[in-house]
C-alpha cells in the first residue's frame, strides 16, 4: 500500500506543478469482500482492476452471486490540489454503483456498460489520506436495463477507474460521462467536408474562459485553428460551437480507416484544460435497393457479433484481450460487428476506429429471446433508465467513425406491456442526438417494431432451433415479396459448435442438447453464405458469433454455461472450421489453405470425402505423399475430393497451393474395427435426427 501512496502523492505534484488536466491509474492497489461479508477484521483480497467476482459464472452456475461487492482502496491527495478540481472516472461498474468518500456519499450510478464520472472534490482531505469506498451491485432490478439476456451479468468494476484533476475551469466531465468535446462532420463528399465541434465547459457563474480548437490531420499538421472568448451562465456553463472545413478530405473507410484530430483547449480560472479527440470523415446510407453505402459506394456487410467476455477472467478484459478479438476479426475478413447486447469497452471501439471495422452499438433492451422472462418493464423507473443509457452510449460513443449503427433492441415482444411507445421515443433520442447514425433493432417475430428503426435485422436460425438450414433461402424470398420496401438484415445466424465432436453422417442436432458436431455449424454456415452472397438482399448480416460466450443458465452443447456459437471458442485458442470458410469468402489478401475435419483425426471408413477451404485459384491434396489431383475453386472457396482411399491405420493428408507455396497438413487414422460409442446426453437424449421441412419464421 505504501507504494501505491508514494506513486500517486510523486504524480499529482508533478501535475500540480501544470496546472492542467492529468489523469492517473488508479487500477492498482484495491481491497474486494464480497458483499455477506460483515466482519470489521475482514481486510478483504488484494486485487487489481479491471476485475469481477463471477468466476461462479464460469462454472456454469445459474444461480451465480448477484449482489453487493465492495471495493476500498486509500490515496493520498497532497495539499497542492487545493483549488482544484478531483473525479474519479469509471469505465464500467456493473449493475449500481455506490461511491464513498471518507465515509462521505459522492454519488450513484445506474447501468453496467458505459463510464461515469463522480466529482470528489468537497469530500477529499488535501494534504492527508483518503479512503475509497466503492460498493457495486449486480442484483437483478426490475428498473434497471437489463431484464434478462442469454449472457452472464458479471459483478465488478471490470472496468479501469482513473482520478482525473483539472482546474476549476474545466472541459465538462458530468456530460453523459463524455469527454464534454463533440465533433460532428457533415455536408461530406470527396471534395469538401464540414466539421462542426462543441465543446461543454464548466466553472465559476459568470467567468469569462477562452476556448481554442486546433483541427489537425492524421500526421498531426495543424490544418486551421479558432478561439473564442466566453461567459459562462449562472450556473457555471457553457457550451462553445467552431466550425472549419476540409477541402478534399481523405475519406474514413474500411480499407483506409483515416482519422483527423480535434483539440479543445479552455483557459479560465486556475489554468488550462485539454481535451483531443480523435474522429474520421465519411458518410454512409442504405439505398433503395438495400444496399449499405459508405462513402456513395456500395459495401458488402461481412459482419460478426461479438459478447464482450472471456474464458477465466469474464467480463474484465484488458488491452490485449480486445486487441486480440480485432486481429481474428481482422485474419477472417471481418468489416463489420454487433457489439451484441450492450456498449462495449471504448477501447475495443478505438481499435475498430483504427482497423476499418464498422460498428452496431446497442443498449441492453434486451428480450428473452426462447426464455421466458420479459426484457421489458412498464414503469417510469425503466423508461429513465433506458433513456439515460442511450444517452450514455450516444455521448461517450459519438466521435467514433467506426459507430455507424445505434442499435434500439434486441428480441424484444409485444405480448403484455407494449414496448412500442419506449421504442419509438429511444428511436427519436438517437435520430436527434446520434450525429446522424441510421438506427437499428434486432427482432425475431412480426409486429411494429420492425417498422420503427431506420434499419431492422431478423435473428434466423432455421436449420438449428428448427427447420433445415436450406429453408434459410425460402425466408428470404418470402422476406422481400412481402415487405419489399422494408430495409432489413439478418442480425444473428449461426449454429453451435464443440471442437471436439464429430460424426459421420449429417443431421440436424438437438440444439438444447448435448451433442453439437462442429460439422453440423461448418455446413449451415455454407448454406447461408452461399445464398447471401448469390442474393445480396440486405443491407447486412451478422454472424452469430465471432466467439463462443459465457451463459451460467445454459445446459447445452459440449460445455455447460458456454455459448458454443462462436467461430472460436471462448479462449480464443481455437479457430473452427467455419472460421476458415469465412476467411476463405471474405479475406482475399492472406493466402492460406485449411484442410476441413481434420480434428476429426480417426475415423472408421477407408473411403472418404476431404475438403479444403482456401482463398486461392487450385489446391491440391496428397495423401500419404500420392498427388490425389488439383482442384478448382467453387467460388466458395471449397474444394473437394470424393471417394479418396485411406490405409488402415495413420494417414498424412496435405493440401498445397501451387502458386504460393502455402499448405496444411493433417493426420487422419482409420480404425475400421473400432465401433465408436453413442454420445452421452443428460436425461438419456439421444442424437437428433432430420427433421421435415418447416416453414421459416421470424423466431428464435
Known sequence: MKRYLFSLTAFVLSAAAYAQRESVSLDRGWSYTPGWVMSLTDAGRPVDLPHTWNTDALGARPDYYRGVGNYLKIIEIPEEWQGRRLFLRFGGANSVCNLYVNGKHAGEHRGGYTAFACEITRHVNFGGRNTLLVKVNNSPALDLLPLTGDFNIYGGLYRSVELVTTPATHIALDDYGSCGLYVTPTHVSAAQADINTLVGVRGGSGEMAVVTFVLRDGEGNTLDSLTRRVKLDSKGCADIAASFGISQPRLWSTDDPYLYDMEARVSGSGGYDTVKQSFGVRW????????????????????????????????????????????????????????????????????????????????????????????????????????????????????????????????????????????????????????????????????????????????????????????????????????????????????????????????????????????????????????????????????????????????????????????????????????????????????????VDKRYDVRRNPSQTLRVFSNQNDVELFVNGVSQGLRVNDGLGRFVWENVALRRGANTVEAVDPMTGRRDKAVITIRPQTVLPEPSLPGGAGRSTPSSRLRPANKQ
Open 284 to 595: 454512409f446510407s442504405v439505398d433503395d435497393q438495400n444496399r449499405f453505402l459508405l462513402n456513395g459506394n456500395p459495401v458488402r456487410i461481412q459482419g460478426v457479433c461479438r459478447v464482450e467476455d472471456w474464458d477465466g477472467i469474464g467480463n474484465a478484459l484488458r488491452p490485449q484481450n480486445h486487441r486480440r478479438d480485432v486481429e481474428l476479426m481482422k485474419e477472417m475478413g471481418v468489416n463489420a460487428v454487433r457489439c451484441a447486447y450492450f456498449p462495449n469497452d471504448p477501447y475495443f471501439l478505438d481499435l475498430c476506429d483504427r482497423a476499418g471495422i464498422l460498428v452496431w452499438s446497442e443498449i441492453p433492451l434486451v428480450g428473452a429471446g426462447q426464455y421466458r422472462d420479459k426484457g421489458f418493464s412498464d414503469s417510469e423507473g425503466f423508461w429513465n433508465d433506458a433513456r439515460r443509457q442511450l444517452r450514455e452510449m450516444i455521448h461517450q460513443f459519438y466521435n467514433h467513425p467506426s459507430v455507424v449503427w445505434w442499435g434500439i433492441f434486441d428480441q424484444l415482444t409485444q405480448r403484455g406491456d407494449d414496448p412500442l411507445t419506449l421504442v419509438r421515443e429511444l428511436n427519436k433520442i438517437a435520430r436527434e442526438e446520434g450525429g446522424g447514425r441510421l438506427t437499428v433493432a434486432a427482432s425475431n417475430q412480426d409486429g411494429d417494431l420492425n417498422f420503427v428503426t431506420d434499419l431492422i435485422g431478423f435473428n434466423q436460425f432455421m436449420g438449428w432451433i428448427s427447420g433445415q438450414p436450406e429453408d434459410f433461402a425460402g425466408w428470404t424470398s418470402d422476406l422481400r415479396k412481402g415487405f419489399p420496401t422494408l430495409k432489413s438484415g439478418v442480425s444473428e445466424y449461426g449454429a453451435g459448435a464443440s471442437v471436439y465432436q464429430w460424426e459421420d453422417s449429417l443431421c440436424r442436432p438437438d440444439y438444447a442438447g448435448a451433442w453439437h458436431p462442429e460439422q453440423w455449424q461448418t455446413a449451415l454456415h455454407e448454406t447461408y453464405w452461399s445464398v447471401i452472397a448469390s442474393k445480396p438482399s440486405f443491407w447486412g448480416t451478422f454472424v452469430w458469433t465471432m466467439f463462443d460466450y459465457g451463459a451460467a443458465h445454459r445446459t447445452d452443447g459440449a460445455r455447460p454455461g458456454v455459448a458454443d456459437y462462436g467461430l472460436v471458442t471462448f479462449d480464443r485458442s481455437v479457430r473452427k472450421d467455419a472460421f476458415y470458410f469465412y476467411k476463405a469468402n471474405w479475406n482475399a489478401s492472406e493466402p492460406f489453405v485449411h484442410i
